[in-house]
C-alpha cells in the first residue's frame, strides 16, 4: 500500500497559490507537487518539477537593492479593466509632483503592461549598465520600469508560465538601479496569480507597506476585491486601503453626477465597512481620464480643477497620512 504523503509543517501562506487544493503543502516545500493533495491541482508539474528548494539565491541581493527604498506600495484589482494602471500612474505622478520624491514604478502586469503607454513612455528603451537596469524616467524624480519595455511591439502579449514570470520578477527587484527612492508602487495583474505571489515572497524580507485595492461599484468587481483581501490577509500584507473607481459621472458641461454603474449592493464604501479596510475614495469616470492615458499625459496636470483631479488627491493624501508620510 502506497504511504500517504502529508505534509506534517504549516506551509508558509505566502508559497501557497490562491488556486491550491486544501492541504497544499507550499510552493517551498520537499513535498511540492508530491503530496496527495497535488494530484490533480493545475501547479503540480511546476512543482514537481527539479527546481531547488529552499530559500531563493535572489533574496540576499534584493534585500540590498531594496535596502534604499522608503516605502513599496502593491496595486491590486480582483477584475482586470478596473483602472489599476490608470491609477499606478496618477498615484506616481502625484508623489513625483513633490521635487523632494523620489518615486518608481514596477510594472509587472506581465499579460497586459500598460504602464509605458500611460506615462508617454512606450517607444522607449531599458539600458543596462555596471550597476544594472536602468528606470526609463518620465521625470527626474519619476523612473518606470516595464516589461512591456522588454516587448517587440506594444500589441505583443507575454504568455509565460509561472517560473518564468517568477525569473522576470526577481530581475526586476534585484537588477534595476532604482537609486535612493521613497516610493516604488507596484502595478500587478488583476487577480492573484503568480506573479502576486512572486512579488510577495521576494519582498518579504524587505518589507512591504502596503496595497491599495482598486474596484468599479458593480458587484462582479466588489467580489471579486473580497478575494483580494482575503489574499492580503492570508500573506501578511496590510491593506492600506479601497478605491472604488469610475463611480459616478460627472457631466463635464453642468457639472451633475449620474451614477452609470450603479453599486447594487452599497458599492466599495459599504464593502470596506463590512471587511474592516479604509475607504479611501471615489474616482468618477471621465472620459478625459482614458483620453490622457492614451496620449500619455498626466491627467491630474491637464485637468487640475476636475472632480477626477480633487478626488485623486483626496485619495492620495488619505493614503499619506495613513502611511504616516503626511
Ligand atoms: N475614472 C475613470 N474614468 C474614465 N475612464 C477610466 C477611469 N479609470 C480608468 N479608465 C479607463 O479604463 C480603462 C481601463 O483602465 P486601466 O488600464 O487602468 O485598468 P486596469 O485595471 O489596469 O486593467 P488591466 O487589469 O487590464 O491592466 C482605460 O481605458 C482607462 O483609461
Redesign the pocket.
Known amino acids: 500500500m502506497l504511504a500517504v504523503q502529508r505534509p506534517t509543517e504549516v506551509p508558509d501562506p505566502s508559497s501557497v497559490p490562491s488556486n491550491a487544493p486544501e492541504h497544499c503543502p507550499g510552493t517551498e516545500s520537499e513535498l511540492a507537487g508530491k503530496a496527495d493533495a497535488c494530484n490533480g491541482c493545475a501547479n503540480q508539474e511546476i512543482c514537481a518539477s527539479n527546481k531547488p528548494k529552499g530559500p531563493d539565491p535572489a533574496l540576499p541581493f534584493i534585500r540590498e537593492r531594496m535596502s534604499t527604498v522608503k516605502r513599496k506600495i502593491l496595486v491590486l484589482?480582483g477584475k482586470?479593466?478596473?483602472?489599476?494602471?490608470?491609477?499606478t500612474a496618477q498615484l506616481g505622478w502625484a508623489f513625483a509632483a513633490d521635487e523632494q520624491l523620489q518615486t518608481g514604478i514596477m510594472d509587472v502586469?506581465i499579460c497586459?503592461p500598460?504602464i509605458p503607454t500611460i506615462l508617454g513612455i512606450a517607444a522607449e528603451q531599458v539600458h543596462s549598465s555596471s550597476s544594472g537596469w536602468s528606470p526609463v524616467y518620465v521625470q527626474d524624480n519619476l523612473g518606470v520600469m516595464s516589461v512591456g519595455f522588454m516587448l517587440p511591439s506594444s500589441k505583443d502579449a507575454v504568455m509565460w508560465r509561472g517560473p518564468k514570470k517568477n525569473g522576470l520578477i526577481s530581475q526586476f527587484l534585484k537588477d534595476v538601479d532604482w537609486g535612493d527612492l521613497d516610493y516604488l508602487v507596484v502595478d500587478t495583474?488583476?487577480g492573484t496569480s503568480d506573479e502576486h505571489l512572486s512579488i510577495v515572497q521576494f519582498l518579504k524580507e524587505s518589507g512591504i507597506d502596503g496595497a491599495v485595492l482598486?474596484t468599479t461599484p458593480q458587484e462582479v468587481a466588489l467580489q471579486d476585491v473580497r478575494r483580494e483581501i482575503n489574499f492580503c490577509k492570508k500573506v501578511g500584507i496590510r491593506v492600506l486601503g479601497l478605491v472604488e473607481?469610475?463611480s459616478g459621472f460627472v457631466c463635464p458641461g453642468c457639472k451633475t453626477e449620474s451614477q452609470i454603474f450603479k453599486p447594487s449592493t452599497g458599492g466599495a464604501k459599504r464593502l470596506a465597512e463590512e471587511t474592516g479596510v479604509e475607504f479611501l475614495g471615489a474616482?468618477?469616470?471621465?472620459?478625459r481620464?482614458?483620453k490622457s492615458?492614451d496620449y500619455g499625459v498626466s491627467f491630474l496636470d491637464e485637468y487640475p480643477d476636475s472632480p477626477?483631479t480633487a478626488a485623486y488627491l483626496d485619495i492620495i493624501d488619505r493614503l499619506k497620512h495613513i502611511l504616516g508620510d503626511a
Open positions: 484589482s482586470g479593466g478596473v483602472g489599476k494602471s490608470t491609477f502586469d497586459g500598460s495583474p488583476p482598486i473607481n469610475m474616482v468618477p469616470l471621465d472620459p481620464i482614458g492615458a477626477a
